[in-house]
């Protein structure tokens, strides 16, 4: 494996993924991952963000690095603008082998050093605004990012070339396509890479939105001209793409999201499933898209991608034992704990002797910021007047987003 040049003095020397792991145990990534690690070559040399030895990031690591003609011992830093285990894993191995290197993080970064590897010396934690000169006119300088995702996390910028080091902010699911860079990738590939950005953004970093526009309100002066996550491509043809993509993101927390309604539902007997149809047909009726999953058979982090970027959210699901069908309240825990929240909503559901789903849905969603149509429930199977009452709320839901404002520009 060669390294790959970005600019005058860095070096993409990550990893391509394939696995069928989940993604922080959690998230499935069928269409792979990348693992950014960068390295800065001045007088002195530094490696930011690294890997974790998952399907031979490691190996690829060092062999980049000796297609630079550089080995271990020849590094004199190693940058860590976020502690999480996929850009630090192999840190300790890489720190014995260097023999001499310094670690740098965030101050906040400092005692995770410790507790994740049992390193102390040679630690240095950092503010916003410090420096490092590597010579040669090299000199990166350092910003807080708290909270993107984690407390400790910071970014790293190289005004010589000005390549921000962004680490999660800006990243993005999906293996490299044989292009590392946003301005080599297909117009067809950048749609794919959106997709994976907005599962990627949903799942991982959605609950910080607000500490996201922060970041990007807190860069905003500098001079940037190539964007450098951890996951995801390297942007130097149109780094304002990512930019304009990732204050959407955040926004669809707030009160801008798109004119679309995700569906998701389940049914035990086909009950809750007949009124599916009517439903659909009269969002339908008013020009506006549908996305629809189902649970169990669905996994979550579709749900939430398609579910954070929707102004409005339909839920189909029968009583069950006095409550809510048990694989949804699994889907509005998610909802919840990545802050899911200001949507147009409108549940419907059948019941068998006795009702309770909405009793405990409402209960589920009161911090939730939603505003939710009457319910439709029927006993049984729907009536004819009941799929007529489906396709109406289906319509009127359809009509409310409408007027909900547009994705930023």
């Known amino acids: 494996m060669k390294a790959t040049k970005i600019t005058d003095g860095v070096h993409w020397i990550g990893a391509n993924i394939s696995t069928n792991d989940l993604f922080e145990g959690i998230w ?32 690829y690591l060092i062999e980049e690095l000796k297609s630079l003609g550089i080995s271990l011992k020849d590094v004199d830093y190693f940058i860590l603008n976020h502690l999480e285990p996929d850009h630090t894993g192999d840190l300790r191995a890489l720190y014995e082998l260097a023999g001499g290197a310094e670690i740098i993080t965030s101050k906040k970064g400092v005692p995770l050093v410790d507790a994740f590897y049992g390193l102390k010396d040679k630690v240095r934690g950092v503010s916003s605004g410090d420096t490092l000169d590597l010579g040669g006119g090299k000199v990166l300088t350092f910003y807080d990012a708290p909270n993107v995702h984690w407390p400790e996390t910071m970014v790293t910028f190289d005004a010589s070339t000005g390549t921000l080091f962004s680490c999660d902010a800006f990243g993005s699911f999906g293996a490299l396509k044989g292009c590392l860079f946003d301005d080599q990738t297909s117009e067809e590939d950048h749609k794919f890479y959106e997709r994976e950005s907005l599962r990627y953004y949903s799942n991982i970093v959605g609950p910080f939105s607000n500490f996201v526009l922060k970041a990007i309100d807190a860069v905003s002066s500098l001079d940037i001209k190539i964007i450098a996550p951890s996951h995801g491509l390297v942007w130097r043809g149109n780094p304002k793409r990512i930019i304009d993509r990732y204050i959407a993101y955040a926004n669809y ?15 035990m007997y086909g009950n809750t499933e007949l009124m599916l149809r009517s439903v659909i047909q009269g969002v339908a009726s008013e020009g506006v898209s549908t996305e629809v999953f189902r649970v169990p058979q669905d996994n979550i982090s579709f749900i939430l991608a398609s579910a954070w970027e929707s102004a409005g959210i339909i839920f189909g699901m029968p009583t069950y034992e006095y409550k809510m069908y048990p694989p949804m309240r699994d889907v509005l825990n998610h909802l919840a704990q990545k802050h899911t929240w200001k949507k147009k909503v409108f549940r419907f559901g059948s019941f068998g002797w006795s009702g309770g789903a909405q009793k405990d849905f409402d209960s589920m969603i009161e ?37 909900i404002p547009r994705k930023l520009k």
């Open 28 to 59: 499935p990534i069928p269409h792979g991952v990348t693992i950014n690690s960068y390295v800065v070559k001045g007088e002195k040399i530094a490696i930011i963000d690294l890997v974790r030895d998952w399907a031979g990031a490691s190996n």
């Open 253 to 267: 927390m707030k009160d801008y999201a798109e004119p679309k309604i995700t569906l998701i539902w389940g049914s």
């Open 367 to 403: 911090k939730m910021k939603w505003d939710v149509l009457d319910p439709l429930e029927f006993q049984g199977a729907p009536s004819y007047e009941d799929l007529d009452k489906g396709f109406e709320m289906g319509k009127k839901l359809a009509q409310e987003i409408k007027v």
